[in-house]
Structure formats: structure tokens, C-alpha cells
């Protein structure tokens, strides 16, 4: 059956613990339990459950009940131990966490202490991180378990009143239940003290279905929000050309307009489309547009304009010389009091921004409802939304938007069988202009040109092997390899730039095999390529680390690769600044690339800047040192 986002109905609750129950025999790897409070012995519904090292995993039910599949978790990430030996951890606002290793347990009572909640650097503490524990109870509301999510929602609101996700997941529980004048009183709540309503427009649609089908929901709405719920999100920026991304309310007619700075006329006029099959997204193709030029743009939904005063700069033409800005990062979990990192980032005027991947954090592959909530709720913030609306973005993907932490996929284009509608659902996301292969060979592949600049992007995850599994593993799959290597000996770029969302240096992240130091024999194997084939002015890119860095990768055959990382940019976590490499920086930051190709010897320049734009941190490169002699 058809659901209100495009997806089938029978995806949204093949999961729930009652399904499993019916369809799953008992199984070593299925654990099950009860969490009390340590003082009075009553349940406690609404814990976050997660499997040590996944980054995903479950919530107790109204209950205090919980029941995970360790197996099959542990089975998506590349080198952990056997189920027998997992660690599982329990957090609740307002109590300790507890972490309990199952030693071949399949049953446990795990008890919480309760604990005086103290702020940690002037924010709350916030179930540890918070991009994680309204995700979480997400999940669990289209686990089937509203009720686990309501009372902690309940309980975390004792603790802070205002918080707006907080009052937004309880509406959401209470409209799953169908339990409207409830779910409404939390609308209003969430409205008054701040959030867009757009937010419940929005979605997701299939856990608020009953909401939106209400009277008293339709009557509230009216006249308080915008048809344009998500966007304008530029994308696609050429020498003559550009791509406008929105989502609307319902499948509309979008017109964009545009005309050049300085004039008082639109001059050009370009339509699109939004389909309920594409989450009510659509693209609007701009063309015939001039190199190096200053445009203004408004977005119109069914003749009606919600938005103007947008503008963007076209690139130069395809191989001339330029001077150009180019940002980017990875990293960026939901964090209300960090989103004003995308403020930030807008006052550099850049030419194009990079996401880097672990974009949103969505850690549920099975779940695509909370896939979507976690996009929505960025995309809803004004900060992202002026982002946006200003630079070619362009964007991939890493482990904690295609699967779980250290997760891996397969060679195999539909194993396992939720790849493909992750890959949908981020597609819906992006205004990226292509992904990998298209539905043929799926992937987050692609390439952009920025006057005599190259860009190619890596997808790391679709057709990852796993490397504890294979004595010669590959990242990229065949396909995705081979393109990369066509499209760098055939170009004829001043700089090209390699975006990997892990990165290629070894020992960024020591004893891991998830970055390229789970596969030397590729990582080698595209590197001889460049020197075998004197591919001049390559530039490495990555993510990943929660800190930003620049690394010098020595070759013995060749002129040495440097690499530039930048990954938290609105994380709260963080990981320690590595003496391996050239500097580093672990507050949240992001990377900005000054290239200019116009001087005798092109030069590129990676600076560091940090949330409050202080720059940190900043390296010259010139083109003559990447070159054969």
C-alpha cells in the first residue's frame, strides 16, 4: 500500500517487536529485559538501549520491556565480536548511565540509579549526546512502542520545559495513537515556543497520519505556515546553469524565477515539480545562464512566490582559470545550540560546500521514517535553510547515514535489502547531480567541475566488503573504481580533488580497519595508478574524525599527497588530535579550500575555521609541488 511519503506501508512496520515475535524464532542473538529504577523498583519506559559500538539499537516499552537483535546489529559492522560478548548500554534523563556486558546472557534485569542532572559546559547533558535520544524514541515509535516514548519525552520536558524536539516527539507518539486532542496540545506547545510549524507539514507523514487527516489539525494550520516547507537548497551551479531543491506541502508547480544582479526584471523563468513520491520534493533546472555571474532568484509554489531575495554566482567556464572558495565538513549530528555553525559558514561566501557524510545521523537502515525525521529537522532550521539557499551544495554519505557505525554494505546492488531505500531516501535529501550509477548500479558517486578544478566524490559504503572478512577487500566495487580512475587520467584539471568520507592517511584512526587502512591494496592501487598514469594536482579530501586536520602522505615514486580532513561540524563529540599529523583542531570547525588558478603557480590554501570564525589553523599548497619532475 502506498504511504503519504512515497514508500510502502509494509517496509514502515515489517519491523515492529510484535512482527518479530511472530515471524522470529528464538535466537542467541535476540536479547531481552527489563530496566527498573535501582531505588523503587517500578519500570521505566522510554530507555535508550544501544548495542556497544553500533550507535543504534532500541527503547524500552511502556513497560520498561526491550528487546534487541544483537546479532543482527553486530552483523552490519566490520570487526566486533561474537553476540555472546556484546556490551549493552542503558540511558535515562535523570539517572546513571549503566553498561552491562552480556557475557552470554540473552535475559537481563539491569537497574538505574537515579542521578541529579548537571550541565556540562553550559548545555544540559543531554542523554549524553543529542542527536541520538529523540532519534532514538523515533524509532520506537514506529517500533510500535509510542508509549516508551512518551514518558520520557514527558520526563525529559520536567527537566527542560522549552526543549522543542522533546514537545514535537510527544505530538508525534500521541497522533500515532490516534490520540489527537492530545497530540495537539503538544502542537501548540511546540509552536509557541519556537518550532516552525512546517515541522509537522512535514513529517513523517506516515507517523502522523492521523494528524493530518484531523479537523482540529487543519483548522489550527491555517494560515500559520508556508507551502514551501522545505528549501530553496542550491545545487548543480555550472558556467551556465544551476538546480533549485524544495519540498512542498502537497505535489505543486514550482516556477523559479531569476535575473542578474544590478536588474530590476526577472529574466528567465524555469518550472518544476514536486511528487509524493519524492517525499514532495522536486528539482527546477535553470539554464542559459552566464559564467562568473551574479544571480537573483525567488521560488514560487502553484503561482503563489514564498520566496525571494535568494541569489548565487554561476562558475566559470569549464577550464578557465579562477579564483574560488570552497567549504567543507562532515559530522554534523543534530545540536540545537551548535546549528549556529551554519551562520557561520555563510559569511565566507563560498562558491560550493561539501557535505562530507555523516550528514544527519539517521543510524536506523530499517527504519525510514526515522531516517526522514532525522533530515527533516535539520532541514527545518532557519540557520541550514539561509545556508543553503546561498551555495552549490553537494553531499555524501557515511556510516551513520547509510547503516550503523562502522557499518558495511556488500557488492551485491540489493543485500542487504534495506540499501536501496536508504539510497531513496537520501536521493529525496540532496540536489546532487547525479548518484553513482543510477538505479542500475545505486550509489552517492559523482564528479563536478569548477572552472579547471575537478571534484570527484567517493561513496565508501554501498558496495563496502567487509575487511575482517576478505584478505583483499574493496571500498568503492568495481564499477565506482574504475570511474574514478577514467575520470582522473582523462582530466586535464589544475587541481583535482578526491572526497572521501573516511580518510586515506594511515593511522587517522589507529586500529581501525573503517578508514582506507581496512584496504591498502586499494588505497595502493589507486595511488600507483596516479603516479603510473602522472596524474599532476591531486588533492585529498575527507571526513570521519571529529576534529579537523591536514596529513602528509610521503611517496617515494611520486610528489607527496596531502590530505585535508574536516569532520565536526556541529557534533558535540569529539576525537583527540593525532601527533601524526601536520595540525589539528578538535572544537567543532569546519574546512575551507581558497584556490586561485589564475597565478603563474595555481595555489591552493586550506584554512581551518572554527564555530565562532576564528581561524585556527591554515596551509598553502602550490600546484609545482604536486608535480612529477
Not at 514537545?167 to 518550532?195: N, T
Not at 540532496?430 to 571534484?455: A, C, H, L, Q, S
Not at 577514467?486 to 594511515?506: G, H, M, Q
Not at 591536514?550 to 607527496?560: G, L, N, P, Q
Request: charged residues 30%.
Amino acid at each position: 500500500m502506498a504511504t503519504a511519503d512515497g514508500s510502502t506501508q509494509d517496509k514502515i512496520s515489517h519491523r515492529s517487536p510484535r512482527d518479530q515475535r511472530i515471524r522470529k524464532k528464538e535466537s542467541d542473538g535476540v536479547v531481552k529485559g527489563t530496566v527498573v529504577d535501582a531505588e523503587t523498583g517500578e519500570e521505566i519506559p522510554g530507555v535508550r538501549v544501544e548495542v556497544g559500538g553500533i550507535g543504534s539499537g532500541t527503547i524500552t516499552d511502556g513497560d520498561g520491556h526491550f528487546e534487541v537483535d544483537v546479532a543482527e546489529l553486530l552483523g552490519m559492522r566490520s570487526g566486533v565480536g561474537p553476540p555472546e560478548k556484546a556490551v549493552l548500554s542503558f540511558s535515562f534523563v535523570g539517572y546513571s548511565e549503566e553498561v552491562v556486558s552480556l557475557d552470554g546472557r540473552t535475559r537481563l534485569e539491569v537497574s538505574l540509579q537515579p542521578q541529579p542532572v548537571e550541565e556540562t559546559d553550559g548545555h544540559p547533558p543531554r542523554d549524553k549526546q543529542y542527536k541520538k535520544q529523540n532519534r532514538d524514541r523515533i524509532a520506537g515509535i514506529e517500533n510500535g512502542m509510542p508509549e516508551g516514548a512518551i514518558h520520557y519525552f514527558k520526563h525529559y520536558l520536567e527537566y527542560y520545559p522549552e526543549d522543542l524536539e522533546a514537545q514535537y516527539g510527544i505530538a508525534v507518539a500521541h497522533a500515532h495513537q490516534g490520540e489527537i486532542e492530545q497530540a495537539m496540545e503538544y502542537v501548540r506547545s511546540a509552536v509557541k515556543h519556537g518550532l516552525p510549524p512546517e515541522r509537522f507539514v512535514a513529517g513523517p507523514r506516515n507517523l502522523l497520519k492521523p494528524l493530518h487527516e484531523s479537523e482540529a489539525f487543519a483548522e489550527y494550520l491555517e494560515g500559520r505556515y508556508d507551502r514551501l516547507i522545505h528549501g530553496p537548497m542550491l545545487g548543480q551551479v555550472t558556467g551556465s546553469s544551476a538546480s533549485v531543491w524544495v519540498r512542498t506541502d502537497r505535489p505543486s508547480d514550482v516556477t523559479v524565477r531569476v535575473r542578474e544582479d544590478g536588474r530590476s526584471d526577472w529574466e528567465g523563468e524555469f518550472e518544476g515539480r514536486t511528487e509524493q513520491s519524492e517525499g514532495y520534493t522536486g528539482t527546477v533546472e535553470v539554464t542559459d545562464l552566464r559564467p562568473n555571474t551574479k544571480y537573483r532568484y525567488s521560488v514560487s509554489i502553484d503561482g503563489t512566490e514564498f520566496f525571494s531575495g535568494g541569489s548565487f554566482y554561476t562558475y566559470p567556464a569549464s577550464d578557465e582559470p579562477a579564483k574560488m572558495t570552497i567549504g567543507f565538513a562532515g559530522c554534523a549530528g543534530y545540536t540545537p545550540w551548535n546549528e549556529r555553525m551554519w551562520d557561520t559558514l555563510r559569511t565566507h561566501k563560498m562558491d560550493a560546500f561539501l557535505h562530507m557524510g555523516d550528514n544527519v545521523y539517521t543510524d536506523h537502515p530499517h527504519h525510514p521514517e526515522t531516517q526522514r525525521y532525522n533530515y527533516y529537522r535539520r532541514q527545518s532550521r532557519p540557520e541550514f535553510q539561509r545556508f543553503v539557499s546561498g551555495v552549490s551544495n553537494y553531499a555524501i554519505w557515511d556510516d551513520h547515514d547509510f547503516t550503523i557505525n562502522d557499518g558495511v554494505g556488500s557488492p551485491r546492488v540489493d543485500k542487504p535489502d534495506w540499501k536501496k531505500e536508504v539510497w531513496e531516501i537520501f536521493k529525496q535529501q540532496w540536489n546532487n547531480p547525479r548518484y553513482g550509477g543510477g538505479e542500475e548500479k545505486p550509489g552517492v558517486w559523482f564528479d563536478v567541475t569548477m572552472g579547471d578544478v575537478d571534484i570527484f566524490f567517493l561513496d565508501g559504503r554501498y558496495y563496502r566488503e567487509d575487511p575482517e572478512k576478505h584478505d583483499s577487500p574493496s571500498m568503492l566495487g568495481d564499477r565506482q573504481k574504475q570511474w574514478l580512475k577514467e575520470n582522473l587520467r582523462t582530466s586535464d584539471a589544475t587541481f583535482k580533488i578526491i572526497a572521501s568520507s573516511v580518510p586515506f592517511a594511515e593511522g587517522a584512526k589507529p586500529g581501525s580497519k573503517d578508514t582506507w587502512d581496512g584496504f591498502p591494496e586499494e588505497r595502493e592501487e589507486i595511488f600507483s595508478f596516479i603516479e603510473k598514469h602522472r596524474i599532476e594536482g591531486v588533492v585529498l579530501l575527507a571526513g570521519d574524525r571529529h576534529r579537523s586536520d591536514a596529513w602528509k602522505i610521503e611517496r617515494t615514486d611520486a610528489y607527496d599527497l596531502y590530505e585535508f580532513t574536516s569532520a565536526r561540524l556541529t557534533n558535540r563529540h569529539r576525537h583527540p588530535v593525532m601527533e601524526e599529523s601536520l595540525f589539528g583542531y578538535n572544537g567543532n570547525s569546519f574546512g575551507l579550500l581558497s584556490i586561485d588558478t589564475t597565478r603563474e603557480d595555481p595555489r591552493l590554501v586550506y584554512s581551518i575555521y572554527n564555530i565562532e570564525n576564528e581561524l585556527i589553523h591554515q596551509l598553502t599548497l602550490h600546484r609545482s609541488q604536486l608535480d612529477f619532475e
